[in-house]
């Protein structure tokens, strides 16, 4: 976790709100859609880049490392030609997984309400 906390000014010591930790390790834009898709099984580097068109490059490694110094995802290198590389959750990673998906589900409601009031306010005009 070292250098983010530092970078935003997180507290310093391991005292902070357990919320703030927790999201200071899956936080993000791509964190947690990096974290849904591990979660149907190992996916290469390329597989996120389709499945995520938005994502550069650069910001896939940058959030595939730190998921991977803070213990949540494993990468599998394969000594071949050209050399394969695998990314899966650890078992501390799946641990994750009540998370992740109860965040599905509340994007989904949320997503819901938003059509919903989308369609009130469209009756109303």
């Known amino acids: 976790m070292g250098d983010r906390r530092k970078k935003y000014?997180?507290?310093?010591?391991?005292?902070?709100?357990?919320?703030?930790?927790?999201l200071d390790v899956i936080?993000?834009?791509?964190?947690?859609?990096i974290l849904y898709q591990l979660?149907?099984?190992?996916?290469?580097?390329?597989e996120f880049?389709?499945?995520?068109?938005?994502?550069?490059q650069?910001?896939?490694?940058?959030?595939l490392r730190e998921l991977e110094r803070d213990g949540i995802?494993?990468?599998?290198?394969?000594?071949?030609?050209p050399p394969r590389v695998e990314y899966s959750l650890t078992d501390f990673g799946r641990t994750l997984e009540p998370v992740i998906m109860s965040m599905k589900v509340w994007g989904e409601s949320y997503k819901e309400?938003?059509?919903?009031?989308?369609t009130i306010q469209g009756e109303q005009s």
Not at 73 to 81: A, L, T
């Open 9 to 22: 000014g997180a507290s310093p010591d391991m005292q902070a709100c357990p919320v703030e930790t927790t």
């Open 113 to 118: 309400r938003l059509n919903e009031n989308l």
């Open 27 to 33: 936080g993000g834009k791509w964190k947690g859609i």
């Open 39 to 46: 979660l149907n099984g190992t996916k290469r580097f390329n």
């Open 73 to 81: 995802i494993h990468r599998e290198i394969y000594k071949e030609v």
């Open 58 to 63: 650069f910001m896939l490694t940058l959030q």
């Open 49 to 56: 880049r389709r499945l995520n068109p938005g994502i550069t």
